[in-house]
């Protein structure tokens, strides 16, 4: 109650005491009156420090981001890559960005700005049209989100306006103001605000899930044990949104007493038949995300083996890819061994055995082994025995064991992997 207080009164003062207060501020612009005129003039002089902060430093850096950006488009249509992710905010940004200065420097005299007015809105367009692109695929995939839906909306107004500047002989800036102004209306008035658009867009997607496995008869669920992995993952992630947002109250199948985030999320097994399950499947069956645990009960075989110790192994971006990382060093009949490990391109782990020599030993892949707990691990923390986290090497020097205690595995793309783990190790002389 008391943050919906602070939200109310925040309203207050920032829609109506805010905008009201700033009004009274403005000079009398028909008044006859001498001081009243003195402060016209003053409040229509350009300030000389925001000049210089304008044309000489924020125009320059815009056109310099408009470069980059220019660069990254021609890359785009280049390789055929679309990065869905990053386009979206990091155009949207120099958009505001770029209209903003264009309104707060129209009146500037003076050939950085100048030119800017005239290349701006040119850039503009197919910038944003490739804003437009990346969010359209986002929405294709997942739905609308009221972050996608404002993306849409200002890229509409951009071209808008880029088209305005270009072709209105006038370039009258109250006009992208006032367009701004409608827009802004035209998102909170229903049925086309923000909030609707998205509620039905999400709605639509888990209706259609539930629909496609013959989960919904009688306005209620009806479990299917045979639901892919998928489609759990779909219905985990959009009713997360909703749960989120608060619009559970608009998917009529949730039962009165779960439309509470908290109880939803304590009730989600009895709503839909399954656990919350968030190990999305790539195609070849490998989840994005691993989060694997030896079963602590279970015992292990630590037979024909000399020595126990325990290993942490990570990727490190951080570091040059050839660059060996030590992990420890252990002593086995006498002898002195060191562990270390080093990632390829990917992220993949290797781990290199040592002598005192600097002799290299033995050398273990990992990724074929943590690929493997990957597609094993089905559920978000799964608890695996010990035969699953196995990993046995030998050769004429060492014979070694490797019990993964703990894993976190990311992948996120065929060509990346994050991997954070422990590792229980049994050495011996073979």
């Known amino acids: 109650l008391r943050d919906e207080i602070r939200a109310h009164m925040g309203n207050i003062v920032f829609v109506f005491f805010v905008p009201t207060y700033y009004l009274s501020l403005l000079p009398k612009f028909n008044s006859v009156d001498e ?4 402060k016209t003039k003053l409040a229509s002089t350009y300030p000389r420090v925001l000049d210089i902060l304008v044309s000489n430093i924020v125009i320059p850096l815009i056109m310099v981001f408009s470069v980059v950006l220019i660069i990254y488009f021609i890359k785009i249509l280049i390789t055929g890559v679309w990065p869905v992710g990053q386009v979206g905010p990091m155009v949207l940004a120099y958009s505001t960005a770029g209209l903003f200065f264009y309104i707060l420097g129209s009146n500037l005299q003076n050939k950085i700005a100048n030119f800017y007015r005239k290349v701006f809105p040119f850039i503009l367009i197919p910038l944003v049209i490739m804003q437009l692109t990346s969010a359209y695929i986002r929405i294709e995939a997942y739905g609308i989100t009221e972050s996608r839906y404002y993306v849409i909306l200002f890229g509409i107004y951009s071209i808008i306006s880029a088209i305005y500047l270009i072709f209105s002989k006038k370039k009258n800036t109250n006009a992208i103001v006032l367009l701004a102004a409608c827009f802004a209306l035209l998102s909170i008035i229903p049925p086309v605000d923000a909030f609707n658009i998205s509620i039905n867009s999400q709605k639509g997607r888990i209706e259609s899930i539930l629909l496609k496995n013959n989960m919904l008869k009688d306005n209620k669920i009806v479990y299917n044990p045979s639901l892919s992995s998928e489609d759990k993952y779909e219905i985990t992630n959009i009713t997360d949104y909703m749960a989120r947002m608060g619009y559970l109250d608009n998917l009529y199948w949730i039962p009165e007493k779960y439309v509470k985030e908290n109880n ?13 399950y968030y190990n999305y499947a790539n195609p070849d069956g490998r989840p994005q995300y691993v989060y694997a645990n030896l079963d602590a009960n279970a015992p292990i075989n630590i037979e024909g083996f000399d020595t126990l110790f325990k290993i942490n192994f990570y990727t490190d971006n951080r570091n040059d890819q050839t660059k060996e990382i030590l992990l420890t060093s252990f002593k086995l009949s006498g002898d002195e061994y060191s562990i270390k490990q080093i990632s390829d391109e990917k992220g993949n782990l290797t781990l290199k055995i040592y002598d005192k020599q600097n002799n290299n030993v033995m050398e273990i892949k990992t990724e074929e082994f943590i690929n493997n707990i990957a597609k094993l691990s089905l559920q978000p923390k799964s608890m695996l025995q010990p035969e ?22 990311e992948y996120p793309s065929n060509d990346e992997v994050y991997i954070n783990g422990s590792i229980i190790v049994l050495v011996a002389k073979p």
């Open 35 to 38: 001081d009243d005129n003195n």
């Open 264 to 276: 939803y999320y304590m009730g989600f097994e009895d709503i839909y038949g399954f656990k919350p």
């Open 388 to 409: 699953e986290m196995t990993l046995d090497k030998q050769n004429e020097k060492l014979k070694i064991r490797l019990v993964v205690e703990n894993l976190s595995v």
